[in-house]
């Protein structure tokens, strides 16, 4: 069976930050492309970044660059996002997918509010 399972989400400050983890299982981790997407209230899905099945190659949406890092750990089956100076507009459910076919897990919660 395929799980992505996220965790590390939660309430913080602006400015503050987050590292998020997905742990992976039910199939070929190490082979895929995968992504951070989100989604706020009321709004679509936004595809935060993305990283090679390799981790060589990363991408970013302009408004977290330089403030959110991915990376990966295929010995671990774990994708990884730090997320540092986080902004209000940063709120949203957090999801880990692949890029083949954007089968994403159940998603963290990611509040940022003073």
């Known amino acids: 069976e395929v799980q992505l399972v996220e965790s590390g989400g939660g309430l913080v400050q602006p400015g503050g930050s987050l590292r998020l983890s997905c742990v992976a299982s039910?199939?070929?981790?190490?082979?895929?492309?995968m992504s951070w997407v989100r989604q706020a209230t009321g709004k679509g899905f936004e595809r935060v970044s993305s990283?090679?099945?390799?981790?060589?190659?990363?991408s970013y949406v302009d408004s977290v660059k330089g403030r959110f890092t991915i990376s990966r750990d295929n010995s671990k089956n774990t994708l990884y996002l730090q997320m540092n100076n986080l902004k209000t507009e940063d709120t949203a459910v957090y999801y880990c997918?692949?890029?083949?076919?954007?089968?994403r897990g159940q998603g963290t919660q990611v509040t940022v509010s003073s």
């Open positions: 990283i090679s099945s390799g981790g060589g190659v990363t």
């Open positions: 997918a692949r890029d083949y076919d954007n089968y």
């Open positions: 039910g199939f070929g981790f190490s082979r895929v492309a």
